[in-house]
């Protein structure tokens, strides 16, 4: 496989609900990030891993808790949701720090519809 | 301070016509601007990038030009086709630290009728 795939592409939870999205880059890139992607909204940065770090957390409710295993991986796992947070949940990756490009390279996104 | 204001929000253009989606911002540390495109059911990918130190940047069919004193810059598709039917979204960043935050602006869904 080559990219960014994400899994599962369709996600349908009730509040009370506990699951995951995962993301695998092989691309080797070094930077992983979360995106949110709602309708007529511009699209929102959740949360950046550099080197399995945590560098930013964009005021994402506790509700949503990433993991980075490695630098191939990231998950955002999710419960007790809220309808509101239905949307498209995008992950992307860059390459490791250095010749500075900011070309984010995306995945097809996982769908999550909250009951 | 941190906003990218993209317009319009939805375009038709015939085939064989000009699209032009422009974008402005505030943040005079924004360094790079590029254009994302994104298909239905796709992740937005990379159609082309300019940095504030030339006006014009052409990739065959697209066109992005920027104004600095402004703070704005727009991208322009040559001779539209059907199949650059998508949504298409500016973004803008700064340089520093290792990792990238781009700024994105909200869309712009482009149809191209045949």
């Known amino acids: 496989e080559t990219g960014v795939t994400q899994t599962p592409r369709h996600l349908v939870m009730g509040m009370t609900n506990k699951k995951s999205l995962k993301c695998e880059q092989h691309l080797g890139h070094n930077a992983m990030y979360w995106y949110k992607q709602s309708a007529k909204k511009p699209l929102e940065l959740m949360f950046v891993?550099?080197?399995?770090?945590?560098?930013e957390n964009n005021s994402v409710p506790s509700r949503f808790s990433p993991e980075c295993p490695n630098s191939s991986h990231l998950f955002l796992h999710l419960h007790t949701l809220q309808p509101e947070d239905s949307a498209l949940y995008l992950c992307a990756s860059s390459p490791q720090a250095g010749p500075y490009t900011g070309e984010l390279f995306f995945g097809e996104g996982s769908r999550l519809t909250v009951l | 301070q941190q906003q990218v204001k993209q317009s319009p929000q939805s375009l038709i253009v015939q085939k064989g016509g000009i699209s032009i989606i422009n974008c402005a911002y505030e943040?005079?540390?924004?360094?790079?601007f590029p254009w994302y495109q994104q298909f239905p059911g796709k992740g937005p990918a990379l159609l082309i990038a300019i940095r504030p130190d030339v006006s014009e940047k052409k990739e065959g069919r697209f066109t992005i030009s920027f104004n600095k004193s402004a703070k704005q810059f727009s991208l322009h598709i040559m001779d539209s086709q059907p199949g650059d039917s998508a949504t298409y979204f500016c973004a803008a960043s700064s340089r520093g630290g290792a990792t990238n935050k781009l700024i994105f602006g909200t869309g712009t869904l482009l149809a191209v009728q045949p």
């Open positions: 891993y550099n080197f399995k770090e945590q560098t």
């Open positions: 943040n005079t540390a924004f360094d790079y």
